[in-house]
């Protein structure tokens, strides 16, 4: 299916590893410009040369801290000065440390709050008069955990849904012109996974790297973690016209994994 996205422009953030990485290869591989960006500048231009390698599309890089107010601003300058426009935004970000509730400490809430939920609101408000110019899109990639608290992850639990209340009221506030979803994957094979694996070895929950990697497949009805890949191509899918009657979705992708009714 051509998703008619050649040509466009856009911005994924955290986009040098994981789920970020996967949403940036499949919009580049349509065709799509992008502007990637990580912390570490090393990852972070390895991914460009692989996605120039794998694609037509132009890459550019800018490295920084998400929850940092210029680095945000830096970003939309960044495509709009390389490309001359901006149409898609994708939301990404590292995921909060993994903890029981009263193990974690205010600053733990107050810098999940500003790595989650703030990033968004700064970039959609820098990049909003731009993706509003041509028909824009803005994916944001959280978590099944805003459906379905997840043992051991309550700032997970509790800080993504401000994500997904800012969606929704953006997919009203900005339509017609901009279209708003998320996507809410379960357990994927990335580096987010294995970190948190760690964190459970550290903290004896569990007795082996593969033990943790079972236990996080558990419950997943297609029996095995997500491939990233899969998930790119749902979000270039939502940045596309083929989806342009699909706004205010929260669309799970996590196997079957989550009980949860709606």
Known sequence: MDLKLEGNAAIITASSSGLGKASALALAAEGVDVVINGRKEKQLLSTAEEIRNATSAGVATLTGDIKDRDTLKNLVDKAVNEYGRLDHLV????????????ETTESDWYESFELLVMSVFRL??????????GGGTIVNITSRSVKEALDSLVLSNSVRMGVIGLEKTLSRELAPEVRVNSVLPGPHRTSRIENLVEQSLERGEITSREEGLEKWSQGVPMETLGNPENLGHLVAFLSSCRAEFINGA?????GGSSRSSL
């Open 250 to 254: 929260a669309i799970p992708i996590d």
């Open 124 to 133: 959609v408000k820098s990049a909003a008069p731009y993706l509003k110019q």
């Open 91 to 102: 939301t990404s970000a590292g995921g909060p440390p993994s903890g029981k509730t009263l």
